[in-house]
Nanobody, 117 residues
């Protein structure tokens, strides 16, 4: 079992920035995939950004150039730096880690991000 605890959410004005952090209870250095998802009211959960154990980063088209995923393997944390935030970025953001390709992922409890003036 891997416990994930997200932090860093909150209310921010359009154009502002937030950094989300996800602390894992286990070493994530060899994990297959580290990712962030989000779910807006009335919408399906969607992947926002992913980081493979090979160092490849992938982003949803809607956040490319604005969001950056990173990991601190010494601290077992996964971060999501979000810049130039838009009202459409409003959602609950979830940390997601997968130890191996064909294993079920672990999820955090989510953190609310609200972009509003």
């Amino acid at each position: 079992q891997v416990q994930l605890v997200e932090s860093g959410g909150g209310l921010v004005q359009p154009g502002g920035s937030l950094e989300l952090s996800c602390a894992a209870s286990a070493s994530i250095g060899s994990f297959y995939m580290l990712a962030w998802y989000r779910q807006a009211p009335g919408k399906q959960r969607e992947v926002v950004a992913g980081l493979t154990n090979g160092g490849n980063q992938n982003y949803a088209d809607s956040v490319k150039g604005r969001f950056t995923i990173s990991a601190d393997y010494a601290k077992n944390t996964v971060s999501l730096q979000m810049n130039r935030l838009k009202p459409d970025d409003t959602a609950v953001y979830y940390c997601n880690v997968r130890r191996r390709l064909f294993e079920n992922p672990y999820w955090g409890q989510g953190t609310q991000v609200t972009v509003s003036s």
